[in-house]
């Protein structure tokens, strides 16, 4: 069996980045920092905080995640591995995409309440993300078909069926999935890492992807814990579970 070891380690680093994340932080120590910068005489890291001698400024520590370097036993396992992950970058950005246009969509239709206004604004919305979308669609391949439709569950908790189904109409959802089973696809697909190897395969994916930037992160709309599930994958054979999707 090929080990392949999955893990984390967490340390505080200065960044400019994702500075949202620390703003709550920000405001409950904001009156406290502003007070004691005034009393430290010298340069003093305070509860993840640098404060400046002589002054009150403060710049956050933000936490960044440092994943454990990748190890494969053979040059096999490397090769199917990185090949997933090209197909992973190439389906991730076109789900982060939808995710966004489906909020756009529905803060949008908040604000109509005509049935008929909702309606025609949802067809001009679908005709618009069917123009942006569907050229490069179909220069996508069956593997990143696959992983197009379980990153659209992982972005907007939906699965694509039920996106179909929900601004299109269930029978239009029927034909769409009957169609996507002609190339061994299924809209139903929903995805799961806590339990699916495959799946874990492309969480681990974004999460190394997001750590070194090459993708951007986008929240994802389902409960996901990688770094609670990671060790359950810590043995597993990368080149046994992409072949079993063909199965």
Avoid: C
């Amino acid at each position: 069996m090929k080990s392949f070891n999955f893990g984390t380690t967490f340390v505080a680093f200065p960044t400019k980045k994702n500075m949202t994340r620390i703003f709550s932080i920000i405001l409950i120590f904001t009156g406290s920092f502003l007070m004691t910068a005034q009393e430290v005489k010298k340069d003093t890291i305070i509860d993840d905080m640098i404060v400046i001698r002589g002054d009150s400024v403060t710049i956050p520590l933000d936490e960044v995640i440092l994943l454990n370097k990748l190890h494969f036993k053979s040059s096999k396992e490397k090769r199917y591995y990185y090949w997933y992950w090209k197909k992973v970058h190439n389906a991730y950005p076109y789900a982060k995409l939808a995710a966004e246009r489906l909020l756009q969509l529905n803060a949008q239709l908040a604000q109509i309440r005509s049935k008929r206004k909702r309606k025609r604004h949802t067809k001009k919305m679908q005709k618009y993300m069917e123009n942006e979308f569907t050229d490069e669609l179909k220069k996508m391949t069956r593997t990143e078909g696959r992983i197009l439709i379980k990153l659209l569950h992982r972005q907007t908790g939906l699965t694509a069926f039920d996106l179909v189904k929900e601004y299109r109409s269930g029978w239009k959802a029927f034909w769409y999935n009957t169609t996507a089973n002609m190339f061994k696809l299924s809209l139903k697909n929903e995805y799961h890492p806590e339990s699916n190897p495959l799946d874990f395969l492309i969480e681990d994916i974004l999460q190394r992807s997001f750590s070194n930037g090459s993708l951007e992160e986008q929240k994802a709309r389902l409960p996901i814990d990688y770094f609670e599930i990671a060790p359950k994958y810590k043995n597993m054979d990368v080149v046994e579970v992409i072949n079993a999707r063909k199965k």
